[in-house]
């Protein structure tokens, strides 16, 4: 794919819109290096997020711009997302964890007024027992979720708040607030 030597504007507005994100304070992101050869314009920021009871979430979010657009896509910007999070064992043993993890996208994406198409995606549960001298705990348990979609406006702000929203989710934090009393 041949790029020209500025990205086109409808890209370069919704970089703007990334970068003026401003999430609740538990959530950190930073701007980092994209993937390549998925698009001829791609943009990506990481995150971090700490929950009340120290569950630690990281996820990405890169945004793709294909002024030809894809058929895939059904346009020519796409947002992709990925989550991963730390569980508790009893939380992870829940059957209805992965449509509960899905929900926790659809309904940031419905409350961040985000308009999408093509929404599609996976959540994955995983266990991991350590054995022998590997440090850590014994048993991890984790949550990942891998989400794609098409924005159909070019206001993709509201689409960088969904995914903090969902990092939020994740990790267990109230809504914007409310306040959690410790027993």
Known sequence: MTRTPEAPEVFRQAIV??????????VLLEE??????L???AF???????GPA??????????????EGQVAWDGDLRVVAYVRAE?????????????????WLTD????????F??????????????FGDIAGPARTDDLELRASWTPRTTDIGPHGEAFCDLLASVVGLPPVGVTLFKA
């Not at 990405?60 to 711009?65: A, G, T």
């Not at 569980?87 to 929900?103: F, H, I, K, T, Y």
């Open 117 to 130: 198409a093509a929404l599609g995606g996976t959540v994955t549960e995983t266990s991991s027992a350590r």
């Open 87 to 103: 569980l508790d064992a009893e939380l992870a043993a829940d059957p209805l964890l992965p449509a509960v993890g899905w929900s």
């Open 32 to 37: 980092v290096r994209p993937p390549q050869r």
């Open 54 to 67: 120290e569950v630690l979430a990281t996820g990405r979010l890169v945004l793709l711009h294909d002024p």
């Open 17 to 26: 819109a990334l970068r003026s994100l401003r999430p609740r304070p538990e």
């Open 44 to 50: 990506a920021i990481t995150a971090e997020v700490n």
């Open 108 to 115: 940031a994406l419905e409350a961040s007024g985000a308009q």
């Open 39 to 41: 698009a001829p314009w």
